[in-house]
Structures are given as C-alpha cells and as structure tokens.
C-alpha cells in the first residue's frame, strides 16, 4: 500500500482504540476559534501528539487537539488547531488530518481561518464565506503518487465550495444576525505577509481576501469526495491597503474579538449538517 495510506490507517486506528464514535462533519478551527471545541459535547479529545503520524502545531493560538463529540444532534470531528505550509510540513503532512476525519466518517467538512481583506468593504472583523479559491505559489497536496483509494489523479475542482453548505451558512448567519460577506480566498504560503505590490496583483487575480491555510485542505478533501465549506474572519486590511503594518499579534487580536460571533455562526451551520438533516436543503 502506498505509504501516506499506511499512516492515515495507522491515525485512524490509534483514535479508534480510544472511541468508536463517528463523525459526520468535520470542524478545522483557524486562529482565535478554538473555544468552539469547549462548547461541543465531548465524547472523546485527543491530543495529536497521541495520533502516529498527526503533525503538531506550533502556530500560536493553535491547541494541538482532535476533539469529537456533539453539535445538538449532529456527530462532529474538530480539529482544535491546524498545521500550516510555512510551519515546515509538507503539503500530506498539512492534509493528512483532513484525509484522517474522512477515514472516520466524517463526510462534509468546515475549514475556517483568518485572512486578510483585499477587497473594499473587507473590513478587519468581518466574515465571509468562501465562494471558491486561488492558490498561489502553493503546492498541491495531490502532489506524487496518486492515492487512489481515495480519489482520482486529476480531481475536478469546478465547485470546491459546496452550493447547499453555502446556501446553509447564509441561513445560519441569517438567523443569527451576523452579517456574512463572500468571495475568492487566496492561500499564499507565508509565513511572511504580503507586499503591497502582491496584494495588488492578486486583487488583478480576482482574490478578495488573502491567507495562509484552508486551500490545500479544500483540495484534499474534495479529491477524497467530502463536500467541503469554508469561512474566514478578516483579521485586517490587507498590506498596503491600511497604511499600517501587518502583525501576527494584530491578526490574533481581531479575531479573538470576532469569535464570539463566528462561533455562533460555526455552531448553527454544524448544528444542522447531522444525518437526519444531510440533503434537505436544496439551492
Ligand atoms: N495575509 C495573510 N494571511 C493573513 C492575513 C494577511 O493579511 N491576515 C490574517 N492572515
């Protein structure tokens, strides 16, 4: 068996000595949202350095655990924390947590993150949804022998970002009250920020808001079949775009104040992606 398998089984098999319980969606918890796995109903938490294989976080605001439990009725993996590109991983490492949740079940999954907005009206504390994504200068995760147990070579990315979970998280913002805004999210790979000219030229790209994950996990898990939705905070005006330099510490900052909101956003799309409810909704 190819050898990135042999180390997703080996994953798969070291949570299912600890929990038998099987997710239906998938939870990624970018910056500032970790407080989102203490308000699941915890049936299991497993700290990654636990799991063979599972890269181990070192970004701050990152806790290193895979969380599994309950939204009210719906079964949900979350991953408290991911690992990224400029951390040193390679791009299997990055995904290999995607592709464990798809090995225990889980079949739509949620990728959020903080970006930066390149887009007038992108204001620092705004969400938006992802309508679809560019990636740029980043290398694919599908990259090397294909896994064909999981996906074909060249898998089609035409609607990475499902058209029912979008129709899903605009009626969860809805309910909630949150604005949501939308657009295209462009993953460079950091871990430095962009220049001035960069965020021009990927504005020419039609990009409307810039990060540092989400687009590699997108791309691993549509080529295994998951159904796939992402929302970002914007952290900040993108460079250039505000007169003032960029920090990780400001990025952390907005979107700690913005979790509140995001977290209820999170909690009503997940609450309503349980098995029962799986293909009601229709766009
Ligand atoms: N650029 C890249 N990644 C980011 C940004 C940004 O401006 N803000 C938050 N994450």
Redo the contacts with the bound molecule.
Sequence with gaps: MHKEMERIQAAAAAVRRRTDFVPEAAVVLG?GLGGFADMVRQEAVIPYGEIPGFPVSTAPGHAGRLVLGWVESTPVAVMQGRVHLYEGYDPAEVVRPIRLMGALGARSLVLT????GIREGLEAGTLMLLTDHISCFVPSPLRGENLDALGPRFPDMSQVYDLELQARARAAAERAGIPLLEGVYLQ?P?PN??TPAEIRAFARLGADA???STVVEAIAARHMGLRVCGISCV??R??GLSGSP?SGEE?IEVANRTAPRFRQLLWNLTAGLGRKNAGEVTV
């Design positions: 910056s993150n903080a970006s930066g460079f950091g920020f962009e810039v990060g540092m952290a900040n993108a460079a960029l990025v």
